[in-house]
Nanobody
Framework: QVQLVESGGGLVQPGGSLRLSCAGSGIIFSFNVMGWYRQAPGKERELVADITRGGSSNYADSVKGRFTISRDNAENTVYLQMNSLNPEDTAVYYC??????????WGKGTLVTVPS
């Protein structure tokens, strides 16, 4: 079955950078959109950024200019480069993908902690 596995989370100081990766496996149909959501303590899950197979990206206002999403279609992998991190970015980050049959897939999440 299709699985998404995130990596790269951890503890980073304010102003620092972190790069998240999400690798898909067991894929039968190509991914259409891939992206990242996050859920902070006590908050609802929100879209951080997503990217189409053709490379068109979309960002939440809160991360524009700081985060960059990219993907490697051949490796079924999506990345999130996070710069200028602040405590508001502390959350569990979840990888997301959908395929051309409109099936949605979610990773189990990776924790990013930015202390105040």
């Amino acid at each position: 079955q299709v699985q998404l596995v995130e990596s790269g989370g951890g503890l980073v100081q304010p102003g620092g950078s972190l790069r998240l990766s999400c690798a898909g496996s067991g894929i039968i149909f190509s991914f259409n959109v891939m992206g990242w959501y996050r859920q902070a303590p006590g908050k609802e899950r929100e879209l951080v950024a997503d990217i189409t197979r053709g490379g068109s990206s979309n960002y939440a206002d809160s991360v524009k200019g700081r985060f960059t999403i990219s993907r490697d279609n051949a490796e079924n992998t999506v990345y999130l480069q996070m710069n200028s991190l602040n405590p508001e970015d502390t959350a569990v980050y979840y990888c997301y993908a959908n395929d051309y049959l409109a099936t949605n897939y979610w990773g189990k999440g990776t924790l990013v902690t930015v202390p105040s």
